[in-house]
């Protein structure tokens, strides 16, 4: 076990602190100041695999730096369809599109997940890992496209979807880990707490 296993999350996400809260995970939230375009313009072209890694190991070197021992776990999702990159959608317009695109079709969602170890001496070890999940929507009609957007859910995660929330009723499968979707692999996350020496039941509430 690593001298002081607690875990940081290095997210604003919502989602993520629930999925770990309901996982028993005990955890403390530290947002990071990552400049998402910025690093990825910087990074030149990536796979959304690639990105979405790039940009979660990002979130937790910038929180890891602010602190001095514990476990920072950085984490970004980025929806691939059609082979195309998606993000958040930020505007009504692009979500309604974006759903127009989707529907009777389906994507992969990747999400990258960074692990960050800081010992007593704060000498960092990083263990990183991606998870991908196929995702299957249905024919939703326009109007139930413009009736989702107007709820604001989609404009500001991953794909313009969650699979947890009101566009649950929109998706007709998923193949692969659905937490992955979520925004957080709990499975994944135990497999780097393993490469840390750190079993999860250490972090249970």
């Given amino acids: 076990m690593t001298p002081d296993a607690h875990l940081i999350l290095a997210s604003a996400s919502p989602a993520r602190t629930k999925l770990l809260t309901d996982a028993g ?14 690093a990825t313009a910087a990074a030149g072209p990536r796979t959304p695999a690639e990105t979405a890694l790039l940009l979660a ?12 021992t514990g476990l920072v776990l950085g984490c970004d999702s980025v929806f691939e369809l059609s082979g195309v990159p998606y993000g958040k959608p930020w505007e009504p317009e692009v ?23 800081l010992d007593d001496a704060g000498t960092p070890v990083a263990h990183g890992e991606v998870t991908s ?16 957007v107007a709820t604001g859910e989609p404009l500001q ?32 996350l135990r497999r780097l707490l393993a490469k840390m020496g750190v079993s999860i039941t250490e972090l249970w509430a």
């Fill in 133 to 148: 999940a196929v995702v299957r929507f249905e024919d939703v009609t326009d109007a139930e496209i413009d009736a989702y």
């Fill in 57 to 68: 190991r990002a979130k937790a070197e910038a929180v890891a730096a602010a602190v001095s």
């Fill in 25 to 38: 995970i005990t955890h403390r939230v530290m947002v990071s100041d990552v400049n998402e375009d910025a």
């Fill in 157 to 188: 995660v991953a794909g313009g979807f969650t699979i947890d929330g009101l566009a649950g009723a929109f998706i007709s499968g998923v193949d692969g880990d659905p937490h992955t979707v979520v925004g957080l692999s709990i499975s994944t």
């Fill in 95 to 117: 979500a309604r599109a974006r759903w127009r695109q989707m529907r009777g079709a389906s994507g992969v969602l990747h999400t990258g997940h960074w692990l960050i170890s």
